[in-house]
């Protein structure tokens, strides 16, 4: 009879050893891909019809995984199926090896050939409006065959969740909500492009454009359009008017969009405030000018938010320097205001 005295780490190297005999061979990509799916389509029945096979496969596939993980991955019910914490911890775990396929396989593609690729990119509505058709413009005579994916997302909340599932590469954004950096956590890298104003525009056909000096207090009954309460531009505002013992002005319309304030204030008949960036872009366009009023000079960080620990493609990297290389005039002035 033989005796074996086991150290702490031949311990380990047995676990791990075990771990490769009786899941790492056995675990397959299918396998994965059909579990994805019938979460994501919330039955097996749903998912055997996606996938052009028979719901039978598809209960065994599931079956064969939580029999080699020795766990239960999914609650089944009358109305589908839901992932257990044991298939939630599978999916955000194996969704990362996916990506990194998804990944590998883009700079197969960009090595053999540089022109090609594809750019998911989520952002704001602001960076939507003023930054992101240059950018593209740009980018796209420099590189015509790679496909560009964009996806207007309304808050950071919905950006870093997006980029967490992978569903994006990189993020846009302007911190305009109060608490937004708060948002950030360890997983996400954030770099400042530049630090963004505010200005209160009109038409230049308007009175007030012909103004060298207005006194808030002034514009309190003009007809306004203002973006939602709970932003900063809106708290900007009504900081500026309770300075001179005024309540916020009436707003005639409430929105988040830039073109719609654009276009709004170009009329002639409103005012409304807007990224000094989007003045930049829509400024000759649409006839505006920034209203020669004091305001307080409290920036907002325009930035490029990423997944930490996520390999970025070699086109998706060319993309972000490109609007480091159109935002750099904006950083270097500060974005201060134009009159």
Not at 28 to 42: A, E, N, P, Y
Request: charged share 25%.
């Amino acid at each position: 009879m033989s005796i074996f005295f086991y150290t702490h780490n031949e311990a380990v190297m047995a676990k791990e050893i075990d771990w490769e005999g009786r899941i790492g061979r056995r675990l397959r990509l299918r396998d994965l891909h059909i579990f994805f799916t019938t979460v994501q389509r919330g039955s097996m029945a749903k998912a055997a019809q996606t996938l052009g096979v028979t719901q039978p496969a598809v209960s065994r596939v599931i079956a064969e995984l939580e029999h080699t993980l020795g766990v239960r991955l999914l609650d089944r019910g009358a109305r589908g199926v839901e992932p257990t914490k044991y298939g939630r911890a599978l999916l955000t775990r194996s969704n990362a090896a996916f990506d990194e396929l998804r990944q590998s396989v883009r700079d197969i593609e960009f090595l053999a050939d540089p022109t090609v690729g594809e750019v998911r990119i989520g952002c704001q509505e602001t960076f939507a409006a003023a930054i992101l058709p240059s950018v593209i413009h740009r980018f796209s005579q420099a590189y015509p065959r790679v496909t560009l994916h964009v996806e207007q997302l309304g808050s950071l909340a919905a950006e870093s969740s997006a980029l967490r599932e992978r569903a994006i590469d990189m993020g846009m954004f302007l911190l305009v909500k109060p608490h937004d950096d708060k948002l950030f956590a360890d997983d996400l890298n954030v770099e400042v492009l530049f630090l963004e104003q505010m200005v209160i525009v009109a038409a230049r056909q308007s009175r007030w454009a012909r103004r060298r000096k207005i006194d808030i207090a002034e514009l309190v009954d003009e007809p306004w359009v203002l973006t939602e309460s709970d932003t900063l531009s809106y708290l900007r505002v009504a900081e500026a008017f309770a300075a001179r013992g005024l309540g916020v002005p009436k707003r005639i319309l409430q929105t988040l969009s830039s073109h719609i304030r654009v276009n709004l204030a170009a009329s002639g008949s409103h005012i409304t405030t807007v990224a000094n960036s989007t003045l930049r872009v829509y400024g000759e366009r649409f006839a505006l000018k920034a209203l020669p009023v004091d305001l307080p000079v409290r920036p907002w960080p325009a930035v490029i938010v990423t997944l930490k620990n996520r390999t970025l493609s070699p086109v998706v990297e060319h993309f972000i320097q490109h609007i480091r290389d159109f935002t750099r005039p904006m950083r270097a002035e500060g974005s201060a205001p134009r009159r």
